[in-house]
């Protein structure tokens, strides 16, 4: 109970931190985004508190048995790079610069109640679907291309 | 650079990386918000219940900015519809497809100085910036 309140309370702070910070108004985030025009750097001090912050936290993290509220930590492990990690980046900076939206602003911007983010977030929506749907057919492939190797190396 | 709101931004960048602390330290797990989504549209049997209790703080960080900050709304640039669906699809499959967005890579990633979400981050700043040179070179040459 207390760490799905501490989820509550990690999302709302998050949301003002979104806010504050310029992230819920697309034209800070293109305006970061436009090296080439009139460059609004603004962003760039966002990523500096947020990580500075992180830095700390997951140090501290690193010497605690387990969360405080929980009984393990979940944190990705994998390090390889691969195909999907740079075409994925590749697909989403090309949406965040067109839309000047990411997920988290997006999500928030909800409370707005304009039309257009109703609209974006759907679509944000139907592709994550899209993916989930695209990966499944790609997991079917792969499972035939295994049980061929397989059965050519029977042979 | 007339925009540029350095303070505020800062600020807002602190709470940012505050709840994600949160998020770590208390429940262990990682902000990332396309993930914590992507975990709602496809839900596994008990991990979700979190999900949703961060995302309804979101909304509701949201609905309280409207009275705290209601200027968090000045959107500024409001693409046409068709270019927003674009945008969302994009941005939907991209983040599934690379494992993460702005706060799981952008934020947590770099934090923890994982190889993947430094290349992650890297390459969504430099296609996000290139689609916004295209995206304004069209929009000049058409004007």
């Known amino acids: 109970m207390k760490a799905l309140l501490a989820s509550f309370a990690s999302g709302l702070v998050f949301a003002l931190g979104l806010g504050l910070s310029g ?28 990580i500075t912050v992180y830095f700390v936290a997951y140090r501290w993290c690193r010497v605690l ?4 509220l929980a009984t393990d930590f979940a944190l990705p492990e994998r390090r390889d790079l691969d195909a999907k990690l740079i075409l994925g980046s590749t697909l989403f900076g090309v949406g965040w610069g067109l839309g000047g939206f990411c997920p988290g602003p997006a999500l928030t911007s909800l409370a707005s109640g304009a039309f257009p983010v109703f609209v974006f977030v759907a679509a944000m929506g139907f592709g994550m679907y899209l993916h989930s749907w695209v990966s499944g057919l790609g997991a079917t492939a792969t499972n035939w291309a295994i049980v061929s190797s397989g059965s050519a190396q029977d042979a | 650079m007339h925009n540029l709101t350095p303070f505020t931004s800062l600020f807002g960048g602190i709470l940012i990386g505050l709840s994600a602390s949160a998020m770590l330290l208390l429940d262990g797990k990682i902000a990332g918000i396309s993930g914590i989504l992507a975990g709602v549209l496809k839900p596994v049997k008990g991990d979700t219940l979190w999900r949703i209790c961060f995302l309804a703080g979101l909304f509701c960080g949201g609905l309280a900015l409207r009275i705290v900050l209601p200027s968090a709304y000045d959107f500024g640039i409001v ?7 674009m945008a969302g699809l994009l941005v ?5 497809l690379g494992s993460g967005c702005t706060s799981g890579h952008g934020v947590c990633g770099v934090s923890r100085l994982s190889p993947r979400s430094l290349v992650a981050t890297g390459t969504f700043i430099a296609t996000g910036a290139l689609a916004v040179y295209l995206f304004n070179l069209v929009m000049e040459s058409s004007r």
């Open chain 1, 23 to 50: 992230m819920t108004r697309p034209i800070k985030v293109i305006g970061f985004l436009d090296f080439f025009g009139a460059w609004d750097a603004s962003l760039a001090f966002v990523m500096l508190g947020a």
């Open chain 2, 92 to 96: 939907g499959f991209g983040t599934r």
């Open chain 1, 65 to 68: 048995p387990s969360p405080l």
């Open chain 2, 79 to 85: 693409r046409p519809l068709p270019i927003l669906i």
